[in-house]
């Protein structure tokens, strides 16, 4: 069965702190991993990353793949009140669709 | 340009009753998805379209029915609801063929089924 973790399932974190989410996943047909962040609604892309080692950067946002270890972990440096979300993360499979199987999610609070 | 747009955002039913939930996309996507999301469980796919007229299990079918009669047009079906039905429904779709697995969702369906 095709599975997707994320640890910790909530955190709880200060302003100006930096934080890291884990996702681990075992999939028989892998294609890619996406994060997510989802507020209020709906979810929002964050990164695609298919290949190990590279890291993907975006603002204080980061994430990378170890495809040997199979897990991702996604680093949010220097935290603000507007990164609280869940965030998500997703293995798209390789087949016709590509769906993806999403993890339960990480909670991430960051107080002031 | 909307993007992903669902119809209804609320709705509350008695067990039994039937209901379809419209999805509508604007950006020409092949693919079209949706998924269930419940408190701790994350999100999870219900049923996908790869085209219009086709369809496709995904890994909770029971009890819900879908059709693709246009590109831009995904329909989700309840024909009896049940208690155990009660979620959000997230509606997403994405392009074929351009080696981005992004899938852009739309702001969900609440439906509670008492």
């Known amino acids: 069965e095709d599975k997707v973790v994320q640890s910790p399932l909530s955190l709880v974190v200060h302003e100006g702190d930096t934080v890291t989410l884990n996702c681990s996943y075992e999939v028989t047909n892998f294609r890619s991993l996406l994060w997510y962040k989802q507020e209020k609604k709906a979810p929002t892309f964050l990164f695609m990353l298919?290949?190990?080692?590279i890291e993907k950067k975006s603002g204080r946002l980061s994430s990378i793949l170890d495809k040997k270890e199979l897990f991702s972990i996604l680093n949010i440096t220097a935290t603000q009140t507007g990164d609280s979300a869940i965030y998500l993360c997703?293995?798209?499979?390789?087949?016709?669709?590509?769906?993806?199987?999403f993890g339960k999610g990480t909670t991430l609070s960051v107080s002031s | 340009n909307a993007g992903v747009t669902q119809t209804p955002k609320f709705r509350v039913l008695k067990t039994g009753q039937s209901m379809t939930l419209l999805c509508a996309q604007d950006?020409?996507?092949?693919?079209m998805y949706w998924y269930r999301q419940d408190p701790g469980m994350g999100l999870r796919l219900i049923h996908y379209s790869v085209g219009e007229g086709t369809t496709a299990k995904g890994e909770v079918p029971d009890g819900y029915n879908v059709s693709r009669l246009k590109k831009q047009n995904f329909l989700l079906g309840l024909e009896s609801a049940a208690p155990s039905q009660t979620s959000v429904y997230f509606c997403?779709?994405?392009?074929?063929?351009?080696?981005?697995?992004?899938?852009?969702f739309g702001p969900g369906t609440r439906l509670t089924v008492t």
């Open positions: 298919t290949s190990s080692g």
């Open positions: 997703a293995v798209a499979l390789n087949q016709a669709g590509t769906a993806l199987i």
């Open positions: 997403a779709s994405r392009q074929a063929g351009t080696g981005k697995d992004e899938q852009y």
């Open positions: 950006m020409n996507h092949e693919y």
